[in-house]
T-cell receptor, first 113, second 113 residues
Framework: DQQVKQNSPSLSVQEGRISILNCDYT??????FLWYKKYPAEGPTFLIS?????DKNEDGRFTVFLNKSAKHLSLHIVPSQPGDSAVYFC????????????FGKGTKLSVKP | GAGVSQTPSNKVTEKGKYVELRCDPI?????LYWYRQSLGQGPEFLIY????????DSGLPNDRFFAVRPEGSVSTLKIQRTERGDSAVYLC???????????FGQGTRLTVV
């Protein structure tokens, strides 16, 4: 049973436009959420995180929104760049820990020039 | 080294054989994690070390899997009597103290034939 779901396996966006990647979770005990980016043949790279006490966290072109009542979070990338093309994983944990993360299956983002 | 290093990068073994996968974390990082990523899936948590001890081994799938970190630095993931279903990319990550960003290695691709 998937506790973290990324229902879109892929997303294609034009360069300069906004990319919105979505993630849903089922476990209400999760209190810390992270997004990782992964290029082929490399390990995942931490992108941005949000604690459940917040509903928004912004870092440059990347913003994560958290809707606890809907158990939904999203990652917004604006403006999208071709170098953003990668697989994006949503992850969640309990107790604010970076260990024992529960990952979604990932969304492959393609940003076209 | 500058990042988390995993060796070997690729390993092909015959069903029933024993394998060891090595992880060199970032120097000074006390927390170390092992994950497994099967094709089309997100990383799946296996075990978390804080120093030399396993703080959480709830993700190890069965007793064929074992991991050690005897000196609180390098870790070895050991798999006995390998099965074809063990084929996956095994990822290692480390963080300064378990509450900060985790950095992943590039992974070891294990293929059991």
């Amino acid at each position: 049973d998937q506790q973290v779901k990324q229902n879109s396996p892929s997303l294609s966006v034009q360069e300069g436009r906004i990319s919105i990647l979505n993630c849903d979770y089922t476990n209400s005990m999760f209190d810390y959420f992270l997004w990782y980016k992964k290029y082929p043949a490399e390990g995942p790279t931490f992108l941005i995180s949000i604690s459940s006490i917040k509903d928004k966290n912004e870092d440059g072109r990347f913003t994560v929104f958290l809707n606890k009542s809907a158990k939904h979070l999203s990652l917004h990338i604006v403006p999208s760049q071709p170098g953003d093309s990668a697989v994006y994983f949503c992850a969640a944990s309990r107790g604010g820990s970076q260990g024992n993360l529960i990952f979604g299956k990932g969304t492959k983002l393609s940003v076209k020039p | 080294g500058a990042g988390v290093s995993q060796t070997p990068s690729n390993k092909v073994t015959e069903k029933g054989k024993y394998v060891e996968l090595r992880c060199d974390p970032i120097s000074g990082h006390t927390a170390l994690y092992w994950y497994r990523q099967s094709l089309g899936q997100g990383p799946e948590f296996l075990i978390y070390f804080q120093g030399t001890g396993a703080a959480d081994d709830s993700g190890l799938p069965n007793d064929r899997f074992f991991a050690v970190r005897p000196e609180g630095s390098v870790s070895t993931l050991k798999i006995q009597r390998t099965e074809r279903g063990d084929s996956a990319v095994y990822l290692c990550a480390s963080s300064l103290n378990g509450d900060t960003e985790a950095f992943f290695g590039q992974g070891t691709r294990l293929t059991v034939v």
